[in-house]
């Protein structure tokens, strides 16, 4: 098991890094095109926007998320406190889940200007990336000690 999540986790921060590297990739081409060349790449923005949609939802999977710890770090409540948080963070991904699956399903048939890709890809993100961080929260809260991120 400890295999996997080590993979898991490798994976993860592959992707993350990918998506980091391409973002700014994009965007210095964009600036160097529009003041040095006096053009413009017209789908960057577009491709921009996507990848960093994607990025924000999947780097929060492994993010320390903000709390109160005046009662949170309690040492005999902190594992009662961390559980229950994931729990109620998982359900609320829940909802973020259910309601990018309701939107790839009404932006089906739309498509990116420039791109000429499916609008699907853009709530994609929040059913791909709720998961993975349902997971996440889920695993730190129930399966490790103290619920650190890597």
């Known amino acids: 098991m400890n295999r ?6 490798r994976l993860w921060r592959v992707v993350t890094g990918g998506l980091m590297l391409a973002i700014t990739l994009i965007t210095l081409a964009q600036v160097f ?5 006096n053009t ?3 789908w960057s923005e577009e491709l921009n926007r996507l990848l960093y ?3 924000l ?4 999977a492994g993010a320390q998320h903000m709390r109160i710890g005046l009662i ?3 040492p005999r409540l902190k594992s009662a406190f961390d559980r229950i948080a994931a729990i109620f963070g998982a359900l609320t991904l829940g909802l973020v889940i259910y309601g990018g699956w309701k939107l790839q399903a009404m932006f089906a048939f739309d498509r990116y200007t420039t791109l000429d890709l499916s ?3 853009y709530f994609a993100a929040a059913v791909v990336g709720g998961a993975i961080w349902a997971v996440a929260m889920l695993y730190r809260a129930f399966f490790r000690e103290g ?3 890597d």
């Open 119 to 121: 609008k699907t890809w």
């Open 40 to 42: 413009s790449l017209i």
């Open 57 to 60: 939802m999947l780097a929060a």
């Open 4 to 9: 996997l999540i080590t993979i898991a986790t």
């Open 33 to 37: 095109s529009r003041y040095i060349l």
């Open 72 to 74: 949170a770090d309690t």
């Open 147 to 149: 619920g650190e991120t």
């Open 53 to 55: 949609v994607w990025l």
